[in-house]
């Protein structure tokens, strides 16, 4: 049998419960993958406090990435063989001690990466590269803004960027992480150091997981011909708390975009939801083979046995996780 | 004495006065261009209806792009010696017999090209680098559209494309005109055709020149990381009428995007008003260099001499032109 989480429906730890289902067999290009780890996104806390568009109806798995061991094949598969070491972006049902996908959203585990750093790539990766590489296409030369430096994301970001030629800037909202950032080549701002010097201005790029009333305050900071890549709501969820009027007043604070305004600014805007990319395999399998084009392994923080899930998404909401976080399966 | 043209006050072609003011002497890094042909630009027509909102004061000059010979330098000039051929993009007052400017809005005429395709180069040239390679970074591979695809604009975006590996769609408003774009090596639609395909669409790149309602037809058209870059609202004039009433309505007709749909779609939208880059010389001088790194030669239609000004602007309301259209000193 097969252990999977589920979010029962919206609320706080106790929305979980764990069942079990019967194995399935893998058909067409599908094959099993024997779960090590699963890893856990901002998106599935605020799926199971009710407020992502996007999740399932209740009761649902959620979690986009694993990690573990090809158990078997469909009769269609060509590029694995039951034993390799893979990873894999899911849609949905990742928190799972087996999950059954198609041949494109699995790869191939680095021979020198461990299970825990594989299960920990593919939702940063994802969004850092279709963020960085196709919506923003930030080159060499670019002065760049992250605005959240230390979480996986950005450091992910910070990594791909700063080899390349790319100046980077980075927000923290804790002075004493900026140490940290300035030993990755960071030049790193607390958020009110940022908004409170005017001269930090002319980004060419400028990554927003904050939404809300900052995206517009980041506008502001763009140079000639600059862009502003938003990515999110984070400043909506705050430690654990299920804030349904917070989330509403965030959507309400969005600001609107004219086309008049953005010529006489000559800036751009774009948005990123990388979940949506599930609908075009080919191109999302593209930009998932490019991970190892770069110094990708992510740092990991903890991995909670999967019957501590609860837990593993409090120490997140609580803000307390140094790196990434996983459940572990074995 | 110097032969200027102003537009008194909103109008029609009666708008126009040719009046005469005394030589200024160069100062610092100044030099004096005697003007050969000045380019009229659609800009100038929307002045002249009193319907373009950076329009500096009435009386003024308009004009955005001269071509002559260097007859004086100011004291600071480094890069250039009396009797230079040049072309030159003015921060209005084009429209003269003889301008002054600094250094940096003036480069040399390449040996090849006449004094008429000098005076066409700028704003042309300016526009689509800054849209194509600013702000849309379009690259090998890309499929991109173009509203304005026969127009001077279009046709040099289809030179620049076409042979860095870009696939490219143009719209026009004749069928009889498709033949000749596709001789260039672009696929042709009039509006209609395109309107009606709903399977032209998975665009990465979109030039809009007409704003309005077709913003949000063409942003619908974007593949996933698309950008759309909108550059003007040239469907707001027609046939030399000036009507403020229409310009109104497509200011409302703008669409207004919010990030939460951008993210929704993994799409973008740029404004670009060139005009603007004026204030940054560094960055417009060093983006004016590369002309020489296309096949940038303007097709030349006609040019009025001076004194038939009205009759130049009618030309081009009236659709009349295939090409640029320049007023001529000489």
Redesign the interface.
């Known amino acids: 049998m097969i252990k999977v989480i589920n979010i029962k429906k919206p609320g706080d730890g106790s929305a979980f419960e764990i069942i079990e289902r019967k194995e399935k067999d893998p058909v067409g290009n599908e094959l099993v993958v024997d779960v090590h780890f699963s890893g856990i996104n901002f998106a599935d806390i605020v799926m199971r406090q009710g407020l992502y568009p996007d999740a399932p109806p209740y009761p649902f798995s959620p979690g986009y990435e694993i990690s573990g061991v090809v158990t078997k094949l469909g009769p269609e598969v060509t590029k694995f063989k039951v034993g390799d070491r893979v990873l894999a972006g899911c849609h949905f049902g990742g928190y799972a001690s087996e999950v059954v996908l198609p041949e494109w959203q699995v790869k191939n585990l680095p021979d020198d990466w461990s299970f825990e750093e594989g299960a920990g790539l593919t939702v940063s990766f994802l969004t850092a590269y279709?963020t960085l590489f196709?919506?923003g296409?930030v080159?060499s030369g670019d002065k760049v803004l992250i605005d959240c430096a230390t979480g996986a994301l950005g450091t992910l970001c910070t990594k791909m960027l700063i080899p390349n030629g790319v100046e980077v800037h980075g927000l923290t909202s804790s002075a004493a992480k900026k140490e940290l950032l300035e030993k990755r080549g960071v030049k790193a701002f607390t958020h009110d150091e940022f908004y409170n010097d005017s001269n930090l201005k002319g980004y060419d790029f400028i990554l927003n997981s904050q939404?809300g009333t900052s995206?517009k305050k980041h506008y502001e900071r763009l140079g000639?011909?600059g862009?502003i890549?938003?990515?999110?709501a984070s400043s909506a969820v705050k430690q654990g708390k299920r804030s349904l009027l917070k989330a509403l007043k965030l959507?309400l604070s969005?600001?609107?975009?004219?086309?008049?305004?953005?010529?006489?600014?000559?800036?751009?805007?774009?948005?990123?939801?990388a979940l949506?990319?599930f609908e075009?395999p080919e191109?999302l399998s593209s930009r998932m083979d490019k991970f190892t084009e770069f110094d990708a392994k992510p740092a990991i923080d903890k991995a909670f046995p999967y019957g501590q899930v609860s837990d593993a998404h409090s120490y997140i909401e609580q803000k307390k996780s140094r790196g990434k976080v996983l459940l572990s399966w074995k």
């Open positions: 279709l196709d919506e296409r080159r939404g995206i000639l011909t862009r890549v938003c990515i999110g959507v969005m600001p609107k975009f004219n086309p008049i305004n953005l010529m006489n600014d000559n800036r751009g805007i774009y948005g990123l939801n949506r990319f075009n191109f």
